[in-house]
């Protein structure tokens, strides 16, 4: 129980497709090993689905559902975890996408979502501080 009493937030905890992806095997690795998960994924399904396999196995988890590509969502995401656990230990952020098509392709809006969602930090960072 390597991260018992820890509280940990991860981003993208739903899996985007059939099975498990990274964020959701995370975040129940980090429930097995002792940590309050809060899960955070813009599909409600997919992170209530996670938090079931917590839950079910014992654990402590709450299902946030957010766009990480809206610095308001993440930084609602973030005040939940505080309002509920009362600090927050780990953050994993594991969202990212790939949009598949050549340059010439791929839509105008499909590539500013896509830079947005793996490279843009969402501007709450400069300015939030955590207890």
């Given at each position: 129980m390597r991260l018992k009493g820890k509280v940990a937030l991860v981003m993208g905890a739903g899996s985007s497709g059939f099975g498990w992806?990274?964020?959701?095997?995370?975040?129940?690795?980090?429930?097995?090993?002792?940590?309050?998960?809060?899960?955070?994924?813009?599909?409600?399904?997919?992170?209530?689905?996670?938090?079931?396999?917590?839950?079910?196995?014992?654990?402590?988890?709450?299902?946030?559902?957010?766009?990480?590509?809206?610095?308001?969502?993440?930084?609602?995401?973030?005040?939940?975890?505080?309002?509920?656990c009362g600090r927050l230990d780990i953050l994993q952020n594991n969202v990212g996408s790939a949009i598949m098509g050549d340059p010439v392709g791929i839509s105008d809006e499909d590539w500013r979502r896509a830079i947005d969602l793996n490279l843009t930090l969402p501007s709450w960072h400069a300015s939030t501080s955590f207890p």
């Open positions: 992806g990274n964020g959701k095997a995370t975040a129940v690795l980090f429930a097995r090993e002792g940590a309050h998960v809060v899960a955070v994924d813009i599909n409600r399904e997919a992170v209530d689905e996670t938090c079931s396999i917590i839950v079910g196995e014992g654990g402590r988890c709450e299902a946030v559902v957010c766009d990480a590509t809206s610095s308001g969502d993440v930084a609602r995401a973030v005040a939940t975890v505080i309002h509920v």
